[in-house]
């Protein structure tokens, strides 16, 4: 059996938690289907990361750009179905909540969560409709569907009225790598960051919820004499203004450390030295 893995959604430093669970999955399958078993259609982007190089697997460049979304879009409909015909792949798995809405062999899509519903307003109206209306077709014509929590599954369920029997629950996994860890003095170093300090992982996009966050740290810092730093890792999009201006205005600028994204290296040892970590996502 030939699987194809539909990964024209991935930005490599970018998209996440997507991402991870995309790394950890091919790494997975890897080890139990051999070379020819495996089948990977990438972007550009992917491509330029050299994320799966080291790896033997097949695989397919696209030569679009993911963050050119109706490109994406376009050459995932109607090109991308052409090539799964072509190479002849018996399962097309699209990571990436959204599959070729026509495609010539069974098809599974992972819907992650249903953000375009319940943050819909941080983002423009017209990429929400898109989105619905891939996500729905999506989640109508393939397959099977695998998600990764129950609370995902059952809005599928109700929003999308899919039958229950259609959709799995994997929940994402972790990486057991206690040996992947770097001295913190060369970490402390590059970002400036001082111990104590409090660790938040996740991107600086308006649903994460970092702005109580630096918020609730002044409190801290203010009515409990917080000696510490705050350190956020993750994705800073182009739109990170009120953030930064937080920060500013509250003249916390020497005590909250933003560091962009950061390396499964770096991730490890920066929760291995955190005080506490915390997660203040909204969705």
């Not at 963050?67 to 018996?90: A, G, H, N, S």
């Not at 990571?95 to 599974?108: E, R, T």
């Not at 937080?246 to 291995?272: A, E, P």
Request: net charge positive; charged share 25%; hydrophobic share 40%.
């Amino acid at each position: 059996m030939k699987i194809g893995l539909n990964l024209l959604y991935l930005r490599p430093g970018i998209v996440g938690g997507t991402e991870a669970y995309a790394t950890g999955l091919i790494y997975e399958l890897k080890k139990r289907l051999n070379s020819e078993s495996l089948w990977l259609f990438i972007n550009k982007e992917t491509k330029e990361a050299r994320l799966f190089t080291n790896l033997d697997i097949k695989t397919i460049v696209c030569p679009i750009p993911a963050k050119l979304r109706f490109i994406r879009y376009f050459y995932e409909q109607f090109i991308l179905p052409l090539q799964i015909k072509t190479k002849k792949i018996d399962l097309l798995h699209s990571l990436g909540y959204i599959q070729p809405i026509f495609v010539s062999c069974k098809s599974v899509v992972t819907i992650h969560d249903l953000n375009y519903m319940n943050i819909g307003e941080y983002m423009s109206p017209l990429r929400r409709n898109i989105l619905k209306y891939f996500i729905t077709r999506s989640a109508r014509r393939s397959d099977h569907i695998i998600t990764v929590s129950n609370f995902s599954k059952n809005q599928i369920v109700k929003t999308l009225n899919i039958p229950p029997n259609k959709i799995s629950v994997t929940y994402n996994s972790i990486k057991r790598r206690p040996d992947l860890t770097l001295e913190f003095d060369i970490l402390a170093k590059e970002y400036n960051i001082k111990k104590p300090y409090i660790f938040a992982l996740g991107s600086l996009s308006p649903h994460k919820n970092m702005e109580r966050l630096v918020e609730a740290f002044l409190i801290l810092k203010k009515g409990r004499k917080f000696k510490g730093q705050l350190v956020i890792a993750g994705h800073i999009p182009k739109m990170k203004d009120n953030v930064d201006s937080l920060i500013r205005i509250m003249g916390l600028k020497n005590d909250i450390v933003t560091t962009g994204y950061v390396s499964d290296l770096h991730i490890s040892t920066l929760y291995k030295n955190a005080e506490i970590f915390v997660f203040p996502s909204l969705y």
